[in-house]
């Protein structure tokens, strides 16, 4: 008879333990599911960006409730920095860095998790809708990855984790999204692109990409349209939308020092949507 271990035995490489993590987009949906996965996994040093000062403390308080009330953590060992940040402005960021590199002295792990998505038919949609969409989606991103490697060459390397989607390899019906679908296409290859120029800098950068995500927000909207739901269940082989913790695997593996020698890959979480 086997006596099987009582607790779970865990790779140290996944640890965060004494990591410096900044999430974009922090204050909700996915961002906010990447702060908690790294909090849970040892992380105590973390900081959150997004646009307005009211959601970002709101996602803290949350946060540390979290850590309090699930994990049992003296919340005075959770440092949880918030920084109004508008990643489409190049100063904005910059000026976010400045503040968690004063604070913190340097950034481990960056996750460029803020975007958006709208859903117009192409020969209808608003010129300027399309420059906000690039705006957040793509130069955000670049952006907020070229300071963190700025900083992270600086003192030695890290990991960069630009959020992607599945809708960067496949056309997503029945919503029509096709600006969409190019700014995750871009992140996709921006990743590569960036992993091989900071590669022998230590400085390692892969991208996550998504499948349907069963967030607050889709959750809100999915229940005014259950049709549009089980369509997407239908179209993804397990048959369910994920869950926004089903991310958190895949976000601490590259986070952590458990993927150092990956760097300009791409991760799918996506129920088996695009292998069909």
């Known amino acids: 008879m086997v006596n099987y271990p009582t607790a779970p035995i865990t790779l140290p490489t996944f640890s965060m333990q004494g990591k410096v993590c900044m999430v ?18 040892g992380c105590t040093c973390l900081a959150l960006l997004d646009l307005r000062d009211l959601d970002i403390a709101t996602a803290i308080e949350e946060l540390s409730a979290f850590a309090t009330n699930e994990l049992a953590l003296d919340p005075s060992a959770l440092k949880m920095v918030g920084v109004a940040c508008d990643v489409a ?11 968690i ?21 192409a020969i209808d949609y608003p010129a300027d809708r399309v420059k906000l969409l690039f705006d957040i989606n793509v130069h955000g991103v670049f952006y907020t990855a070229r300071e963190a490697a700025r900083n992270m060459i600086a003192t030695g390397g890290g990991s960069i984790i630009l959020i992607s989607s599945m809708s960067a390899n496949i056309v997503n019906i029945p919503q029509l999204q096709t ?35 069963l967030t607050k927000l889709t959750a809100e909207i999915l229940r005014k349209d259950p049709d549009l739901k089980a369509t997407w269940e239908g179209l993804t082989p397990m048959g369910r939308m994920g869950q926004p913790e089903d991310l958190a695997g895949a976000i601490v593996f590259l986070a952590s020092d458990a993927s150092k020698f990956v760097t300009g890959s791409e991760i799918r979480v996506d129920g088996g949507y695009c292998a069909v």
């Open 179 to 213: 600006p969409y679908n190019a700014s995750k296409a871009a992140v996709k290859h921006m990743a590569s692109s960036l992993a091989v120029e900071w590669a022998k800098q230590n400085v390692r950068v892969n991208c996550l990409s998504p499948g349907y995500m």
């Open 101 to 121: 590199i004063d604070t913190f002295g340097r950034v481990d792990a960056v996750v460029a998790s803020a975007g958006i998505v709208e859903n117009y038919p």
């Open 89 to 99: 402005s190049e100063t904005s960021v910059k000026q976010a860095f400045a503040t």
């Open 24 to 41: 974009t987009g922090a204050a909700r949906g996915l961002g906010l599911e990447f702060c908690r996965a790294f909090i849970q996994s």
